[in-house]
């Protein structure tokens, strides 16, 4: 037998059978004003930890809210919008998208663009079409309605809207398009503003992407599916 503290755990063993007794912890003044007892420690949890929950549940609520409204808008657009099929993607044309972005198969423009343009624009967002970008992003979106208090989670998003970018720049450059062209093309729609659950041409990682074109350095897929599975195991 033996004594653990702060609880007293008294063991005995008799035929392979442990028997065990816990007491709450006593305090023991040592001025004499005698012995305090302290209360049962699943009373101090419950009552410092009463807020977690409705505040967890209200904080994924307006997560959960947020992420349908981006979806609400996206068809919005696609219902209001001029489409025309492109192999087995659909190609939307509506004057109230200001930068291009894609959502699975559907990918959104604004009627103002050139030919030329429009040609980079829908060879940039078919990578993400074909690489399934779209729905690493709504895996995400959905981990964060469960851990929007994991700051790593918000690390994850970032470092994975950044590669799905920079595969993207690298499948465009690798189509022959002149360098120098579709950097003018991102940088002219830098201030453009899309949807956040959608894969989007403008970001606030420009200056990295065309550092990373001028630099021509290989992304490889192995980092998308070790972030996917680490975003998966939390």
Do not use: C, M, T
């Given at each position: 037998p033996f004594v653990r503290m702060p609880f007293i755990s008294s063991l005995f063993s008799r035929n392979d059978n442990i028997f065990s007794i816990d007491l709450p912890a006593l305090i023991f003044r040592g001025n004499g004003a005698g012995v305090e007892s302290l209360p049962p420690m699943e009373n101090l949890l419950s009552g410092q930890a009463g807020f977690v929950l409705p505040l967890f549940l209200a904080v994924s609520t307006l997560y959960l809210l947020y992420t349908l409204v981006q979806l609400a808008i996206i068809f919005y657009l696609r219902k209001k919008g001029k489409v025309y099929h492109l192999d087995r993607l659909e190609v939307v044309l509506n004057p109230k998208v200001r930068s291009p972005f894609s959502f699975f198969r559907y990918i959104f423009l604004s009627p103002g663009m050139n030919d030329r343009e429009r040609e980079q624009v829908i060879c940039h967002e078919s990578s993400h079409i074909r690489r399934g970008h779209s729905l690493d992003i709504l895996l995400m979106s959905v981990i964060k309605i469960f851990q929007w208090f994991n700051p790593?989670?918000?690390?994850?998003?970032?470092?994975?809207?950044?590669?799905?970018?920079?595969?993207?720049?690298?499948?465009?450059?690798?189509?022959?398009?002149?360098?120098?062209?579709?950097?003018?093309?991102?940088?002219?729609?830098?201030?453009?503003?899309?949807?956040?659950?959608?894969?989007?041409?403008?970001?606030s990682l420009t200056i990295k992407r065309l550092l990373k074109m001028k630099k021509s350095v290989k992304m490889q897929n192995s980092v998308a599916g070790m972030i996917l599975l680490s975003a998966g195991t939390l």
């Open positions: 790593f989670i918000f690390l994850l998003g970032k470092s994975l809207s950044s590669l799905h970018e920079y595969q993207a720049d690298r499948d465009v450059l690798g189509k022959g398009y002149r360098l120098e062209d579709y950097q003018l093309l991102i940088l002219s729609l830098q201030f453009g503003i899309s949807p956040l659950i959608a894969n989007r041409l403008n970001s």
